[in-house]
């Protein structure tokens, strides 16, 4: 893989409630990584003006709200999501079916089969763990629950999901090869954990067949993020 290809792939958390850090970090990483990730810190403290800050520079974003709501609600903030321009945003898979496929169906009324966000849903997050499922009540293993959801979420017509990278052999066999696979719970050989559970190395996730590594706090703590992001991508393309 060159190394234009493996910073395509990788997608910067932008986890900052600060709105002049947006302009820094657009300028510190635009040329080490493909996108940036605007999630609820960022979007709650500063809204649109942080999308279209990252835009000015030229920048894409994926817009990380994990809607989760009724299907009404849900289908109509996505369509407001996807004005914005962004490359991709998420809800969750959990929300169920029905919300799912009102949000494609209001998102092909709204685009009418033109170019439009990719919407992803999320499975069970990368922070999870069997204990966190059973407090929940649900008593099944977290690999099944994924492939669940994810079934549910290509069977709604959804473009892709977000998972951890250990589970996307078992999603690229139920899905297919022409559904998106994002994959945060990336730590860098260099890295710590933080509160990730069900991680994986850039390069085996890659190698795994992730479209798009989200990586946040590796590169943001880092004391020089462009070195660390450099870092990645070297070990991608070493991979
Ligand atoms: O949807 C996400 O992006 C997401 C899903 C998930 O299961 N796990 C997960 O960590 N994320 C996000 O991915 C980013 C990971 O950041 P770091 O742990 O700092 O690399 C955070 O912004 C999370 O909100």
Known sequence: MTRDQAREKVIFALDTGEFA???YWAETLSDKVGMFKIGKQLFTACGPAAVR?????????FLDLKFHDIPNTVAMASVEAARM??????????????????TVDALDKEFKGGDRAKVLAVTILTSSTEETLKDVGIEHAVPDMVVRLATL???????GVVASPREIPLIREACGSDFLIVTPGVRPSFAALNDQKRVMTPAEAVN????????GRPIGDAPDPAAAAEMILDEIVAG
Not at 53 to 61: A, D, L, N, R
Not at 153 to 159: F, M, N, P, V
Request: charge should be positive.
């Open 21 to 23: 850090h947006v302009q």
């Open 53 to 61: 800050m990252i835009q000015k520079f030229g920048g894409e974003v």
């Open 85 to 102: 321009g962004v490359k991709l945003f998420n809800l969750h898979a959990l929300g169920g079916y029905e919300m799912m496929a009102k």
């Open 153 to 159: 979420a290509r069977k709604a017509g959804i473009d």
């Open 208 to 215: 795994a067949g992730s479209d798009y590594l989200v990586i």
